[in-house]
C-alpha cells in the first residue's frame, strides 16, 4: 500500500460530460502529480502542485483543471470528454524536492463512450 | 521536457535467464529512477542513481548510471515469474516533474 488513495476506481462516461477525480496525498507528503497513462503514450506527466500551489505543468489540455485543497487532497477536473481522453489516471505524491521518489495510487479508470 | 528512450520496448524470457533494459538521453540527467509496474497495478519506485558511474544492487537486479550521466541499465539476474511487469525510468531534467521513458514489457515463463 502506497498510501496515495484515489477514488474512484473506475468511471465510465459520456462523450461531452464532466468527471472529477479525487486523491488524498502520502501522510507527510506535500506535492501532487497527476499523471495520464495510455497504451501508445506511456505515462504522460500532467500537473503538479506543492503545498497548495500549481508547481509544473506538462501535457494537459485546457479542457482539463486541476487544484490543491488546504487539506493536501487534490482534484482533477476533466471537462468535454472525448473518446481518447479514456486512460488510466493515476496521481502521485512525493515530499516535494525535484527529483523525490514518487508513490503513486492505484489509478482511476476512466472510460468514456 | 527531453523524454528519456527506453529499449527494448518488448522482452520476453524463460525463467531463470538474464534480462537487461536500457534507458538512453541525449543530454546529461541529473539523476535517474527506477519504477516496475505489475500487470494491472501502479508504478512502484525502485531505486534512484544520482552519481555519475553508480552502480546499485537490490538482490537480484543491479542498476547502473553510466559515466557521462546519459543512460542507465537495469539488469535482472536468473528472472522468475514474479518479475513481470513494465519498467520504467524516469528523470526530472525538465525541473519538478519526472519524465518517465515508454518503459519495457517484461514478460517471463516457466
Known amino acids: 500500500d502506497s498510501g496515495v488513495t484515489q477514488t474512484p476506481k473506475h468511471l465510465i462516461t459520456a462523450t461531452g460530460q464532466r468527471v472529477t477525480l479525487r486523491c488524498s496525498p502520502r501522510?507527510?507528503?506535500?506535492?501532487v502529480y497527476w499523471y495520464q497513462q495510455s497504451l501508445d503514450q506511456g505515462l504522460q506527466f500532467l500537473i503538479q502542485?506543492?503545498?497548495?500551489?500549481?508547481?509544473a505543468k506538462g501535457n494537459i489540455l485546457e479542457r482539463f483543471s486541476a487544484q490543491q485543497f488546504p487539506d493536501l487532497h487534490s482534484e482533477l477536473n476533466l471537462s468535454s470528454l472525448e473518446l481518447g481522453d479514456s486512460a488510466l489516471y493515476f496521481c502521485?505524491?512525493?515530499?516535494?524536492?525535484?527529483?523525490?521518489?514518487?508513490?503513486f495510487g492505484n489509478g482511476t479508470r476512466l472510460t468514456v463512450t | 521536457g527531453q523524454q528519456v528512450m527506453q529499449i527494448p520496448q518488448y522482452q520476453h524470457v524463460q525463467e531463470g535467464e538474464d534480462f537487461t533494459t536500457y534507458c538512453n538521453s541525449s543530454?546529461?540527467?541529473?539523476?535517474i529512477q527506477w519504477y516496475k509496474q505489475r500487470p494491472g497495478g501502479h508504478p512502484v519506485f525502485l531505486i534512484q542513481?544520482?552519481?555519475?558511474?553508480e552502480v546499485k544492487k537490490q538482490k537480484r537486479l543491479t542498476f547502473q548510471f553510466g559515466e557521462a550521466k546519459k543512460n542507465s541499465s537495469l539488469h535482472i539476474t536468473a528472472t522468475q515469474t514474479t518479475d513481470v511487469g513494465t519498467y520504467f525510468c524516469a528523470d526530472t531534467n525538465s525541473g519538478y516533474a519526472l519524465n518517465f521513458g515508454k518503459g519495457t514489457s517484461l514478460l517471463v515463463t516457466p
Open positions: 501522510s507527510g507528503d506535500l506535492s
Open positions: 502521485a505524491s512525493g515530499i516535494g524536492p525535484p527529483g523525490s521518489p514518487l508513490h
Open positions: 542513481l544520482v552519481k555519475s558511474g
Open positions: 543530454t546529461t540527467l541529473s539523476n
Open positions: 502542485y506543492y503545498n497548495g500551489e500549481e508547481r
